[in-house]
């Protein structure tokens, strides 16, 4: 294969050049990418383009429009979720599902900003990138919205009738007014929203985005519509191209969907202008939650958008002053004894960031000591000067992230595409600003012997003319009192024929729901075939080399930057001792060592290495009655550093101290609040690994170190603590002693020979003792059994999962289950939970084991849900998709297996792999039985699916009304 050199601009597409009805303005080198960008203007529109030009092949398109909302509506976020809902070009129910189920695609979603809606696509196929950009741009360009007016009922909300004669009640419900029910449960999202709203009064940031569900339902279909031709136009529209393309081909395929745009002529854009500084007087606002949820917000505004220098180096500011419990502003905060938590977190990407100060678990009559605390420490550090090892170590850590350019989840091209927003959207002139770094890095170096951080502080907080503060108070009833009052006045004003009417609209929405997309509509989608598929590249070996511990070698190209991961074996714990593993795992690096204080050595860590992270794993070689659990110890460094990634986390797990019981226990409750704010935000998650610990050994050990059961544990540990702290701190250095041992410990290292070398010329034996065979394994864990639990916590929606046992029945391989979760998740589940439930989310997961599992995500129901869980294997049954369905959800699924990862996440996989004993060519099987799977292979699945449903189990979070109120005789927690 031809590899293009992007390192110099092709002279081709010089400024000034056209190219299909583009013109480039601009042309600039960007070496943080390896490449060029190349900026242009579509004649006909004045739509923006810019091309990310470098030789990744994991291409990337993101088209997006400037969306400042005017009110609480949520008008965009539905927009976005309605335009995927068919169009001109593509009159089905869901080509965005279509998409999931039949394409390539390595990124496939929607996104609704504080200002701005991106509909971003990746794949490493040409033609299934341009079958996504087709489908994408008919769908802003030419939605079905304007002539099937039941799209934003079912997107947006809608009135249904609940029971029947003179009991019958109204309810809300729609997809968006759900999602937005459980992301508006979480006190984070609410005190932020209140903090925007007294910091912003009079632009589109005084706005929920995503809605409000008081007020979704005062937003009106014609509303709806105007908005959208007002927004969805090119003039106003920003497109970004990435990765190794064929420009012209590309440009010639986007000016064809430019060209048949429609003039909507709807008139202009909301605005989207600066707040002119505001000092807002203090706010106190009431929410439905838990006592122990009581926040205070600080905000001040820090800079504008078009300030990188400026935004980078506060950024490295607040993670010098806040990043850890050791960093001087959070240590003062924490020491005043006002709250469970504190921190402070730069919020970008807008016009104006903002810096937010929030405090987490404040205790009664604390709330108002805050803001005096916060900026009179402030004042003291910036009038005596910020500790420069401090600055050093954060500006450090914001180099090694920037450089390794690791984006989570997402795409490179996908993130960077986000990243060209935080400065484009406000200025035409500025598409690159946050995507170079190297002179804003140079500024943030150079400051720090000339008063820059201290001076930065005073402007900021001590100085600032642009703040505001609130108080979130907990609260019973809230919103949902509100909305359940307001739905009640709304049926007693409503004669029986206004009352069958909306039962009526509702029926007609299902039909339309449930009404098969026409033959000749379906034909319409793009679709590939098997034949699109290419063969994968081999793996490389992983092998085990010779060093003085056991040691798995990744001689990848990680661009300059090592990696280490140490397994610790924890056969020689006893199941009540895996707990306090989990403790030892949240407490390791913030505490003091023999060598450094906790200050000291976060200092240590962030100047010398990337991250040192301490976690649990659970590897059970794909059986349900194996656990073989891991303390996983991770390093990274840049290359010039790898000796530190022998000294380092040596010198915590060897050194640690457990003697400062008040910094332990102010740890461990900051890990509580944490995990609240999980259960709350992700419950399905945490519902699916609880559901699991029901059936296998592995799930249940996992459960105990972090896990519902873990929560449970740390919680009663915190009740007590005066009578357990004593024990607790011997207890882990007990543990320290039997975990970190030469003879129970495999390392691997992920980088060059030669930076393996040198580690390992470094770490010895790393001083691990070792323990021999006089050291029993002892582990012996059961899972628990089926059954059927509830967990309350705060929260207008539910998250239901339901699972089962592996069936005598199933005879389905791997490769097979991988097919059919994609059918059942997105046609059954999709339709009937999402869609007709109104859930924002659901799936369904088929574990190597044997085990089902079915899950809903910010769900308005228990019972329905549960209902429509029952009608999957009857589905599956009699599934009648043609052979072309059946090759989209295989090349989907194949394409997902061989999907490009980086690195680190490569080897981890190689490494996990290991660990769960999987015979080598596991990963080549399952994708050849992924493509070998036909129609009777997925419907012979259905007889294991119904075996299992008698014998499941159920586990739900929600509120404990729903709870209660719900058929099942659930046993009920009070989770948090």
Same mark, same amino acid.
């Given at each position: 294969m031809d590899i293009k050199d992007f390192s110099s601009a092709d002279p081709a597409l010089a400024e000034g050049t056209a190219h299909a009805g583009f013109t480039v303005t601009r042309v600039e080198a960007v070496p943080e990418i390896g490449g060029q960008a190349y900026v242009m203007r579509h004649d006909a529109s004045g739509a923006r383009l810019i091309w990310l030009a470098c030789g990744d092949v994991n291409k990337s398109f993101a088209i997006s429009f400037k969306t400042p909302p005017a009110d609480d509506t949520g008008v965009f976020h539905i927009l976005e979720h309605s335009v995927l809902c068919g169009s001109d070009a593509y009159p089905v129910k869901e080509p965005f599902v279509n998409l999931l189920k039949t394409s390539m695609q390595t990124f496939l979603n929607a996104l609704t900003f504080s200002d701005k809606t991106m509909y971003p696509v990746a794949s490493t196929n040409t033609a299934d990138l341009e079958n996504l950009m087709g489908v994408y741009l008919d769908a802003v360009l030419h939605p079905a919205i304007y002539n099937r007016p039941r799209i934003f009922e079912q997107e947006g909300w809608h009135l249904e009738v609940e029971g029947e004669g003179e009991g019958a009640k109204l309810a809300y419900n729609g997809v968006v007014f759900n999602e937005?029910?459980?992301?508006?449960?979480?006190?984070?999202?609410?005190? $932020?929203?209140?903090?925007?709203?007294?910091?912003?009064?009079?632009?589109?940031?005084?706005?929920?985005?995503?809605?409000?569900?008081?007020?979704?339902?005062?937003?009106?279909?014609?509303?709806?519509?105007?908005?959208?031709?007002?927004?969805?136009?090119?003039?106003?529209?920003?497109?970004?191209?990435?990765?190794?393309?064929?420009? =012209?081909?590309?440009?010639?395929?986007? =000016?064809?969907?430019?060209?048949?745009?429609?003039?909507? =002529?709807?008139?202009?854009?909301?605005?989207?202008?600066?707040?002119?500084?505001?000092?807002?007087?203090?706010?106190?606002?009431?929410?439905?939650?838990?006592?122990?949820?009581?926040?205070?917000?600080?905000? $001040?505004?820090?800079?504008?958008?078009?300030?990188?220098?400026?935004?980078?180096?506060? =950024?490295?500011?607040?993670?010098?002053?806040?990043?850890?419990?050791?960093?001087?502003?959070?240590?003062?905060i924490l020491d005043a004894g006002l709250a469970d938590d504190f921190d402070g977190a730069l919020i970008d990407g807008i016009l104006q960031p903002q810096a937010m100060f929030t405090l987490r678990g404040v205790k009664p009559g604390c709330a108002e000591k805050f803001r005096p605390l916060l900026e009179s420490t402030c004042t003291e550090l910036a009038e005596n000067g910020i500790p420069r090892d401090k600055l050093a170590a954060a500006l450090a850590q914001a180099e090694f992230n920037l450089r390794e350019g690791d984006w989570g989840g997402y795409p490179d091209g996908v993130a960077l595409s986000m990243v060209v927003m935080s400065s484009w959207l406000y200025d035409d002139e500025r598409p690159l600003d946050y995507v170079h770094y190297e002179d804003a890095l140079a500024y943030a170096k150079a400051g720090l012997d000339r008063g820059l951080y201290e001076q930065l502080l005073r402007e900021i907080v001590c100085e600032s003319k642009h703040s505001a503060e609130v108080e979130l108070v907990p609260v019973e009833g809230g919103d949902a009192a509100e909305e359940e009052a307001e739905l009640a006045s709304m049926r007693a004003q409503m004669s029986d024929e206004e009352l069958a009417a909306v039962a009526a609209e509702v029926e007609a929405l299902r039909a339309e729901q449930e009404a098969p997309d026409a033959p000749e509509a379906l034909a319409c989608l793009p679709q590939l075939s098997v034949a699109d598929i290419e063969d994968p590249a081999p793996e490389p070996a992983a092998p085990m080399v010779d060093a003085p511990l056991a040691c798995i070698a990744h001689e990848l190209d990680t661009h300059g930057i090592a990696y280490v991961y140490h397994y610790f074996d924890l056969h020689r714990l006893a199941a009540d001792e895996l707990p306090y593993v989990g403790v030892l795992s949240d407490l390791l690096g913030k505490l003091d060592t023999w060598a450094h204080t906790a200050s000291d050595l976060d200092t240590l860590v962030e100047t010398n290495l990337g991250g040192l992270g301490f976690f649990t794993e659970v590897f059970t070689a794909e059986r349900l009655d194996y656990a073989d659990p891991a303390f996983v110890v991770s390093a990274s460094a840049l290359s010039e550093k790898v000796e530190r990634l022998a000294d380092i986390p040596r010198e915590v797990w060897s050194a640690t101290r457990f003697d400062d019981l008040d910094d332990i226990r102010d740890i461990l409750t900051q890990r509580k609040v944490a995990l609240e704010q999980y259960f709350v935000s992700s419950g399905h998650s945490a519902a699916m690994s609880r559901a699991m610990t029901y059936y296998a050994a592995g799930s249940k050990v996992a459960g105990l170190m972090g896990g519902i059961d873990y929560y449970l544990f740390l919680r009663g540990l915190l009740a007590a603590w005066d009578e357990r702290k004593e024990a607790l701190a011997k207890k882990l250095g007990e543990l320290c002693g039997r975990i970190f041992t030469a003879d129970e410990v495999t390392v691997s290292f992920i980088g060059s020979a030669a930076d393996r070398e040198r580690f390992w010329a470094a770490a010895g034996d790393l001083g691990l003792p070792t323990l021999g065979e006089g050291a029993a394994h002892v582990l012996d864990v059961k899972p628990a059994g089926a059954m059927s639990e509830g967990f309350a916590i705060p929260s207008n929606v539910s998250y239901v999962v339901r699972a089962s046992a592996p069936s005598a029945l199933d005879g389905g391989t791997r490769g097979c289950w991988a097919v059919a979760t994609r059918a059942v998740t997105y046609d059954y589940l999709w339709n009937e939970v999402r869609v007709k439930g109104g859930a924002y989310g659901t799936g369904f997961r088929h574990g190597a084991a044997g085990t089902r599992a079915f899950w809903s995500y910010r769900d308005p129901a228990i019972d329905g849900t549960l209902g429509r869980y029952d009608g999957c294997a009857p589905w599956l049954a009699e599934w009648d998709g043609t052979e072309e369905e059946l090759t989209g959800y295989i090349v989907s699924t194949v394409a997902a297996h061989d999907a490009p990862v980086k690195p680190r996440a490569l080897a981890r996989r190689q490494d996990v792999a290991r660990f769960n004993l999987l015979p080598e060519g596991r990963r080549d099987q399952v994708r050849a039985e992924e493509l070998a799977v036909t129609r009777d292979d997925l419907r012979a699945l259905a007889a294991s699916l119904a075996d299992a449903e008698p014998a499941s189990s159920v586990c739900v979070l929600g509120g404990r009304d729903a709870l209660e109120s719900c058929g099942l005789a659930l046993a009920i927690t009070e989770l948090c």
């Open positions: 937005m029910k459980g992301a508006l449960s979480d006190p984070d999202d609410v005190l $932020y929203q209140a903090l925007s709203r007294s910091l912003y009064p009079d632009t589109a940031y005084g706005f929920e985005s995503g809605g409000n569900p008081r007020a979704i339902p005062t937003l009106t279909y014609e509303k709806f519509l105007e908005t959208h031709a007002r927004h969805y136009n090119l003039a106003n529209s920003y497109t970004v191209l990435y990765g190794d393309l064929d420009i =012209d081909r590309e440009l010639v395929f986007i =000016d064809g969907h430019f060209a048949r745009a429609c003039e909507r =002529d709807a008139g202009a854009p909301n605005p989207l202008e600066p707040q002119a500084p505001v000092e807002a007087a203090p706010a106190r606002i009431q929410m439905a939650t838990a006592e122990n949820n009581a926040e205070v917000g600080v905000s $001040y505004v820090v800079a504008e958008a078009s300030q990188r220098e400026r935004v980078l180096a506060i =950024d490295v500011l607040l993670d010098a002053l806040c990043g850890s419990n050791e960093a001087p502003l959070k240590r003062a």
